[in-house]
């Protein structure tokens, strides 16, 4: 039988040993003000982000790619992108993750180097067909 609780505390960060404690700190901080896992949105769901400067929507395409727009230098129209995840404003993502309180990391067809977001504020999952 399934158990929601027993499931929930099996996938708890468990800290690294091998990881900085500001790290870990890091990823337990990014579990409590929560998130999206984008392998568990279904295709053609829209996600809206506000970050702090920005409202973003993205429509899932499937395998880590959305079409995106809300920014007026590189993404003004819907822009089809490869969303990498979500960062803590330095070299270290957590991969295929949306975040609050995190940047939202994507790879645009157009520019060489990923765009990084300022810091996610709100993450709304709407149009959902549901899984």
Known sequence: ???PV????????RPNPHLSDSINSN?????V???VYLKDIPLE???EIE???RFYTLVHRGNGQFM??????????????????????????????VGRGMHLE??????????????????????????
């Open 1 to 3: 039988m399934y158990d």
């Open 6 to 13: 027993e499931n929930s505390a099996q996938k708890l960060f």
């Open 27 to 31: 990823i337990v901080q990014s579990e």
């Open 33 to 35: 003000e929560g998130g």
């Open 45 to 47: 769901s829209t996600l």
């Open 51 to 53: 970050t702090q400067n």
């Open 68 to 97: 995106i727009c809300g920014h007026p230098k590189f993404c003004p129209e819907p822009t089809l992108v490869t969303v990498s995840g979500s960062n803590w404003g330095g070299s270290m993502l957590k991969k295929a993750y």
């Open 106 to 131: 994507f790879l645009h067809p157009s520019f060489e180097r990923p765009i990084v977001t300022s810091r996610i504020i709100e993450i709304r999952l709407v149009g959902c067909t549901a899984a």
